[in-house]
């Protein structure tokens, strides 16, 4: 699993609470502190502290500097629990914050795919993702301008824990897009391969013949659009939704 401590903090406010909630359980279960009492409140005095040892969070502290939410919002989130004692108030970790350790982190589901034949799809699944689930998968368009392009996304993608791979007829003739999908196979991730614009059987036989270092990703399950629909488009990100742990209504 990966460390969420390593993880930058999030842009967007609602993303900071969840992502600090998620922080927060993974150093309980790897006994960085307890889950009791991992903030407390005297007066306007907020102190992050461990319940065993009275030691501030330093490693969180050190990675949220000031940007840390406010522990209310946790809390009106249903990832703390709020009790009295001795005129203070005590949080303590909720089950829910702990359900946050069974999704990947924001940063950890990458987005492979073409931009001649999958942007739009590839911007659907990444608005689906994050309205589902509350994750912010990484698509190429996150790159800021100056940064090492093909550095960055070989970072991205060795980082990742969930490799989407959105393939139509011509994606992989894509030397940028066939690099993408070798390191996800070189690092271990899970990899999700999505079939649309009518690719196919007979591309896969092109491709095998063609680039044979491929051949795993054509033995994997693979989610299928087999016409192109918006009834199709649903029900494949429904799947795919549904590989995440999100069951969509």
């Known amino acids: 699993m990966q460390n969420p401590l390593e993880l930058p903090v999030p842009d967007d406010p609602v993303q900071r609470i969840h992502h600090l909630a998620r922080d927060l359980a993974y150093g309980a279960v790897y006994g960085l502190w307890t889950p009791e009492s991992v903030v407390f409140r005297a007066g306007s005095q907020v102190v992050w502290a461990?319940?065993?040892t009275g030691m501030p969070l330093q490693t969180l502290l050190n990675k949220w500097d000031a940007a840390l939410p406010n522990i209310d919002l946790?809390?009106?989130?249903?990832?703390?629990?709020?009790?009295?004692?001795?005129?203070?108030?005590?949080?303590?970790?909720t089950?829910?914050?702990?359900?946050?350790?069974?999704?990947?982190?924001?940063?950890?589901?990458?987005i492979s795919y073409s931009r001649r034949e999958s942007s739009a799809f590839a911007m659907l699944i990444l608005a689906r993702i994050k309205a589902a689930l509350g994750?912010?998968?990484?698509?190429?368009?996150?790159?800021?301008?100056?940064?090492?392009?093909?550095?960055?996304l070989q970072s991205e993608v060795e980082h990742a824990e969930y490799f989407i791979a959105l393939i139509g007829p011509a994606t992989l003739e894509s030397d940028y897009v066939r690099q993408e999908i070798a390191w996800a196979m070189q690092t271990g991730a899970m990899v999700f391969p999505v079939w649309h614009?009518?690719?196919g059987e007979t591309h896969?036989?092109?491709f095998r013949?063609?680039?044979?270092?491929?051949?795993s990703l054509f033995d994997r399950q693979a989610i299928r659009v087999s016409q192109e629909n918006?009834?199709?488009?649903?029900?494949?990100?429904?799947?795919?939704l549904n590989r995440f742990g999100a069951m969509p209504g």
């Open 95 to 110: 089950g829910r914050a702990f359900e946050l350790l069974q999704q990947p982190p924001a940063t950890a589901i990458f």
């Open 230 to 240: 918006p009834v199709e488009y649903e029900a494949a990100i429904i799947q795919l």
């Open 135 to 152: 994750l912010e998968p990484f698509l190429d368009m996150s790159i800021e301008p100056g940064d090492d392009w093909q550095e960055r």
């Open 197 to 199: 614009h009518g690719f």
């Open 204 to 206: 896969i036989a092109d």
């Open 50 to 52: 461990d319940n065993a």
């Open 74 to 93: 946790l809390a009106a989130f249903g990832y703390l629990y709020l009790r009295l004692e001795q005129n203070k108030r005590h949080y303590s970790l």
């Open 209 to 215: 013949a063609r680039f044979p270092e491929l051949d």
